[in-house]
């Protein structure tokens, strides 16, 4: 069993910055995929960005390519997404999910979810 604990959301002005943290709570994380997930309200879950168990794969969805940078230090057993010119499009409560694929990280794949953490962008 690994608990996920994300950190880090917050509000921000459009065109700002945040960094969200995944602390997993066991060693074990770096055996999993890695990625990030997003709700906002009345809408379904979506994939935001993933990361494969050694770090060397990213995938990320289109809205944030080029914004979202997603890493991983196995180490500390926690993950990370930088968040950058965020949009108010972009708020939202931000899960992290470990899994195990071999290729983008689907929903469907995830074996463990933090609690998400809220990311409110003010325009």
């Known amino acids: 069993q690994v608990q996920l604990v994300e950190s880090g959301g917050g509000l921000v002005q459009a065109g700002g910055s945040l960094r969200l943290s995944c602390a997993a709570s066991?060693?074990?994380?770096?055996?999993?995929?890695m990625g990030w997930f997003r709700q906002a309200p009345g809408k379904e879950r979506e994939f935001v960005a993933a990361?494969?168990?050694?770090?060397?794969?990213?995938y990320y969805a289109d809205s944030v390519k080029g914004r979202f940078t997603i890493s991983r230090d196995n180490a500390k057993s926690t993950g990370y997404l930088q968040m950058n010119s965020l949009k108010p499009e972009d708020t939202a409560v931000y899960y992290c999910?470990?899994?195990?694929?071999?290729?983008?990280?689907?929903?469907?794949?995830?074996?463990?979810w933090g609690q998400g953490t809220q990311v409110t962008v003010s325009s």
């Open positions: 999910a470990a899994g195990q694929s071999s290729s983008r990280l689907r929903i469907d794949q995830c074996d463990y």
């Open positions: 066991r060693r074990t994380f770096s055996t999993y995929a």
């Open positions: 990361i494969s168990w050694g770090g060397g794969t990213t």
